[in-house]
């Protein structure tokens, strides 16, 4: 198969979208990009910005953008989707019918849509006919990316060819696309730290120190990693890029959404007042809702999701975060190589 630079077609007029739409074009891919607001492919065509959500960084003068879907998709060789998860679906099936088989279609969205617990990528198997499905996620604050910070991600994909025209593509001086065959595994990673994040921000507005945001994190990824190998995938896709990589860099920035709102949620506002006041989209929110309902359904320990769960939608107590550390059952460091049961029987045998 032909692997040289393609038509590129970015759908979503958001910071990551920007981005990347910047690197392809930059790289020298021919690009478009499809976004809602006229005034937005404005700035992007005429002042070279985003001026919604990357006001401060110029992107490539090769993107063009345009509010014709039909337009932007025309000859699209690779279609990178960069749409929040509840309207996502919606814009996959209005622009599926300009999607062949042969074409490349690869979701940028961390998130889960709430129906049938359905991950981005398998909503675009769904509602397309393409046989090169993939999925991008890694530590990518978008506008680090815009700032040529050096950074990596992952294309994640079953197929050989997406893996390698993604990486092709997007891949430059400071941005460094690495690869896996695990798309589940990486997707939910992607969409499970969004969750940690907002208890990360919460432990930080209230003053715990290093060692517990240390805990904290060691410990999401532990859970992380518990709920999603329950689901198939590999465990060792959490300990790259799209699983401690990306869980390290949203649990500690403030350039991160879902921190920002944990933070806010910690300074003791509302979870109303902590989304209205970030102004975009916090995915964790809405994942934390539906891990708590996957996790209490297929009996699956996750004590920070539980607690965070009460935090957030019953009010209760800060403090049921490091209750979640004290209290719960786990004695095992990492589960895959001492498993909790073992050291459970190891409990009862030295009573």
């Known amino acids: 198969m032909d692997v040289s630079l393609p038509r ?20 020298g891919a021919s690009v478009r990009q499809w976004m809602r607001d006229p005034a937005l492919v404005e700035s992007i065509n005429t002042c070279h910005r985003n001026a919604a959500y990357l006001p401060d960084y110029p992107i490539s003068d090769a993107v063009v953008a345009s509010t014709d879907m039909a337009w932007v998709l025309d000859s699209a060789t690779l279609v990178l989707v960069a749409i929040p998860s509840k309207a996502f679906r919606g814009v996959v099936k209005a622009f599926a019918p300009y999607i062949k088989e042969n074409t490349i279609v690869v979701s940028t969205t961390k998130g889960i849509e709430a129906e049938h617990f359905t991950l981005m990528s398998e909503i675009l198997a769904e509602e397309t006919v393409s046989q090169h499905i993939g999925a991008l996620s890694g530590p990518n604050l978008a506008a680090e990316v815009a700032q040529y910070q050096l950074t990596g991600t992952v294309i994640a994909s079953d197929d050989e060819y997406t893996r390698t ?13 690495y690869a896996s065959n ?28 290093e ?6 994190i060691t410990r999401a ?29 949203t649990c500690s920035s ?44 297929d009996r699956i320990d996750m004590p920070l999701v539980s607690a965070l769960y009460r935090i957030v939608f019953d009010n209760a107590a800060v403090s049921e975060l490091t209750d979640a550390f004290l209290k719960s059952n786990h004695a095992s460091d990492v589960e895959f190589t001492l498993p909790e049961a073992e050291i459970m029987e190891s409990h009862e045998r030295f009573r």
Do not use: W
């Open 221 to 249: 990824l532990a859970e992380m990693s518990r709920f999603a190998v329950s689901l198939g995938a590999n465990p060792m896709t959490f300990l790259g890029l799209a699983g401690v990589g990306d869980l390290i860099v």
């Open 8 to 27: 590129v077609a970015v759908m979503g007029g958001g910071s990551f979208g920007t981005a990347l739409a910047s690197i392809a074009a930059s790289g």
């Open 254 to 297: 403030s350039l991160s959404r879902n921190y920002r709102v944990g933070v806010a949620l910690g300074n003791g506002l509302s979870l109303n007042e902590a989304v209205s006041s970030l102004g975009q989209v916090a995915e964790g929110v809405n994942t934390l809702k539906l891990i708590y309902q996957r996790a209490e359904q």
């Open 165 to 177: 025209l993604v990486q092709r593509t997007l891949t430059c001086d400071y941005f460094r696309v």
């Open 182 to 209: 695990d798309r589940y595994g990486v997707e939910l990673a992607g969409s499970l730290k969004n969750i940690y994040a907002i208890a990360s921000g919460i432990a930080h507005a209230k003053g715990m120190g």
């Open 211 to 216: 060692n517990t945001q240390s805990m904290l």
